[in-house]
């Protein structure tokens, strides 16, 4: 490691490991980030999929992750999405399983006194990034959601292609309207779609309208594909999020 951050794995009151990017717990309350994108481990310390966490660390708040079914030591990768929907086929609790024992982690820290509850964000890329929305939904103090290329509807990828809706982000709109939310997304992502993305913001906009929110929070950044699928995009900007940390009545978009 050639930054200035410690990684180290915490204890955990669930079977979920917490994986942490930052200072020294030795300094008390800050700021989080929980972010997914893979294992925990790789969320955390493997390039380019740990830049978001990376630059988080580095402006000196804490980054945690948790690592996401089927990833990990001993898994492929690439097969997890296949897993993910035999077990959501079958009526298996797969995501909810996630998202509780994600939910016990983040109590703990709290509890620990290693998190600032009031300055709470997520982030995930692709299935991480709906992991994120779906924590969001359930956690309501993580008020920062970014979301880097996220699963949006399931369908749309062939793997879930004969799945119901009942998981797809559309469904948390009522429990995300007061939140700050981005999502980034390549021009011509033709494995999760920009246009789901887009779709997605749209409702979240004018469900928080409909709300009272004149000027609803929800974001859609667009940027040039590159590589297998459109999947890449340039370097992801996170200084934002700092920003906010920082001064509290910024706008995300500011």
């Given at each position: 490691?050639?930054?200035?951050?410690?990684?180290?794995?915490?204890?955990?009151?669930?079977?979920?490991?917490?994986?942490?990017?930052?200072?020294?717990?030795?300094?008390?309350?800050?700021?989080?980030?929980?972010?997914?994108?893979?294992?925990?481990?790789?969320?955390?310390?493997?390039?380019?999929?740990?830049?978001?966490?990376?630059?988080?660390?580095?402006?000196?708040?804490?980054?945690?992750?948790?690592?996401?079914?089927?990833?990990?030591?001993?898994?492929?990768?690439?097969?997890?999405?296949?897993?993910?929907?035999?077990?959501?086929?079958?009526?298996?609790?797969?995501?909810?399983?996630?998202?509780?024992?994600?939910?016990?982690?983040?109590?703990?820290?709290?509890?620990?006194?290693?998190?600032?509850?009031?300055?709470?964000?997520?982030?995930?890329?692709?299935?991480?990034?709906?992991?994120?929305?779906?924590?969001?939904?359930?956690?309501?103090?993580?008020?920062?959601?970014?979301?880097?290329?996220?699963?949006?509807?399931?369908?749309?990828?062939?793997?879930?292609?004969?799945?119901?809706p009942h998981l797809d982000l559309v469904t948390l709109v009522d429990q995300l309207i007061d939140r700050e939310l981005r999502f980034y997304i390549g021009n011509r992502d033709m494995r999760v779609g920009t246009a789901e993305s887009f779709k997605f913001i749209e409702t979240?906009?004018?469900?928080?309208?409909?709300?009272?929110?004149?000027?609803?929070?929800?974001?859609?950044?667009?940027?040039?594909?590159?590589?297998?699928?459109?999947?890449?995009?340039?370097?992801?900007?996170?200084?934002?999020?700092?920003?906010?940390?920082?001064?509290?009545?910024?706008?995300?978009?500011?």
């Open positions: 490691m050639n930054f200035k951050a410690h990684y180290s794995v915490l204890p955990s009151p669930t079977d979920l490991e917490i994986h942490h990017l930052g200072p020294d717990l030795s300094e008390g309350a800050l700021p989080a980030l929980f972010y997914f994108a893979s294992s925990g481990e790789e969320s955390m310390m493997k390039d380019p999929y740990n830049q978001p966490a990376r630059f988080f660390a580095e402006s000196g708040f804490r980054t945690f992750s948790f690592t996401l079914p089927r990833h990990g030591p001993g898994y492929n990768t690439k097969d997890a999405i296949t897993f993910w929907a035999q077990e959501i086929a079958d009526g298996k609790p797969l995501i909810q399983d996630f998202i509780i024992k994600a939910c016990q982690n983040i109590h703990y820290l709290e509890d620990q006194k290693i998190i600032e509850p009031t300055k709470l964000a997520v982030a995930g890329l692709s299935r991480g990034g709906f992991m994120a929305v779906h924590l969001a939904a359930c956690y309501p103090k993580l008020k920062i959601i970014l979301g880097f290329a996220p699963m949006v509807r399931l369908a749309y990828l062939p793997e879930f292609q004969a799945l119901s979240l906009a004018e469900a928080g309208y409909q709300k009272g929110y004149r000027s609803p929070t929800a974001e859609l950044v667009i940027r040039p594909s590159i590589g297998h699928q459109g999947r890449g995009v340039l370097k992801i900007l996170t200084e934002n999020i700092a920003m906010l940390f920082l001064f509290p009545s910024c706008h995300i978009g500011r």
